[in-house]
Nanobody, 125 residues
Framework: QVQLVESGGGSVQAGDSLTLSCSLT????????IGWFRQAPGKQREGVSC????????VYADSVKGRFITSRDNAKNMVFLQMNSLKFEDTGIYYC??????????????????WGQGTQVTVSS
């Protein structure tokens, strides 16, 4: 059974950094693109980043470009989201998700079939 589990969330001050981890079970991690999404209270879920299995294609939302970095270690079945210079607007529940196929420029959540439970990130001004 394939599972994704996020960890690393917490409460920080604006300007701080956090690194989220997504641990995956099941075979063939290298064959799948992994996306990061977030959802703030009262708002729609937003695509944050997407990284392809071969690491040759990475997409970021404009709101995090230049501040967030996603990476993966397929040997350890893990994907990471390094978040720097955090802002209050980054607050939300962060999810990792898996898809079969390339990363679209818009990081469409409908492309992703399997989701983790989410981890809370709270940024205080």
């Amino acid at each position: 059974q394939v599972q994704l589990v996020e960890s690393g969330g917490g409460s920080v001050q604006a300007g701080d950094s956090l690194t989220l981890s997504c641990s995956l079970t099941g075979p063939g991690l290298e064959s799948y693109a992994i996306g990061w999404f977030r959802q703030a209270p009262g708002k729609q879920r937003e695509g944050v980043s997407c990284i392809r299995g071969n690491e040759r294609g990475i997409v970021y939302a404009d709101s995090v470009k230049g501040r967030f970095i996603t990476s993966r270690d397929n040997a350890k079945n893990m994907v990471f989201l390094q978040m720097n210079s955090l802002k209050f607007e980054d607050t939300g529940i962060y999810y990792c998700a898996r898809q079969w196929g390339p990363c679209s420029s818009s990081i469409k959540e409908t492309d992703f079939r399997i989701w983790g439970q989410g981890t809370q990130v709270t940024v205080s001004s």
